[in-house]
């Protein structure tokens, strides 16, 4: 178990968990279509944070990273395939995390939240632009910023 979980109830520390998955899989879908590059974006970036994570967060991204690719296709099938649907759930679930980092360690917080958005920003450029980089389309650009999560630095 993460240290900075110990004082969370079993449901805040799965949303906690599953928040990477999520973050994929709204900006993945944003445009209506989880396309192929998208979906290897989200894994490669899942693998790389369990090594390459600011150090308070390796461990929290080991646990994310196990099975992660499984847990990715088994979230795309339970969330709603229209994109309004699974937009307005998965922001629901996001905003979760505006009650949980107040009871953990802020500097935890602040740099999972850096980290999610990161990871946002490296899915949305996945796929379009000159030969599938560097652009991000109107989809993706409106929802990589996460707004529906509260900065806890502020």
């Given at each position: 178990?993460?240290?900075?979980?110990?004082?969370l109830r079993?449901?805040?520390?799965?949303?906690?968990?599953d928040?990477?998955?999520?973050?994929?899989?709204?900006?993945?879908?944003?445009?209506?279509?989880?396309?192929?590059?998208?979906?290897?974006?989200?894994?490669?970036?899942?693998?790389?944070?369990?090594?390459r994570?600011?150090?308070?967060?390796?461990?929290?991204?080991?646990?994310v990273?196990?099975?992660?690719?499984?847990?990715?296709n088994?979230?795309?099938?339970?969330?709603?395939?229209?994109t309004?649907?699974?937009?307005?759930e998965?922001?629901?679930?996001?905003?979760?995390?505006?009650?949980?980092?107040?009871?953990?360690d802020?500097?935890?917080?602040?740099?999972l939240?850096?980290?999610?958005?990161?990871?946002?920003?490296?899915?949305a450029?996945?796929?379009?632009?000159?030969?599938?980089?560097?652009?991000?389309?109107?989809?993706?650009?409106?929802?990589?910023?996460?707004?529906?999560?509260?900065?806890?630095?502020?």
């Open positions: 178990m993460i240290k900075e979980f110990e004082n079993e449901d805040e520390v799965k949303v906690l968990l928040a990477p998955l999520h973050v994929a899989i709204l900006i993945a879908g944003a445009d209506g279509n989880i396309d192929k590059s998208e979906r290897k974006e989200a894994i490669d970036v899942a693998r790389s944070k369990q090594s994570a600011r150090e308070q967060l390796v461990e929290y991204y080991k646990i990273g196990e099975n992660y690719e499984e847990k990715f088994d979230l795309i099938d339970k969330l709603p395939s229209g309004e649907e699974r937009e307005k998965i922001t629901q679930e996001l905003r979760k995390l505006n009650f949980i980092f107040p009871k953990i802020k500097n935890f917080a602040i740099k939240y850096a980290s999610l958005k990161e990871e946002a920003k490296k899915i450029e996945s796929s379009g632009g000159i030969l599938g980089y560097l652009s991000v389309g109107y989809e993706e650009r409106k929802l990589m910023d996460l707004k529906m999560i509260k900065d806890p630095e502020k």
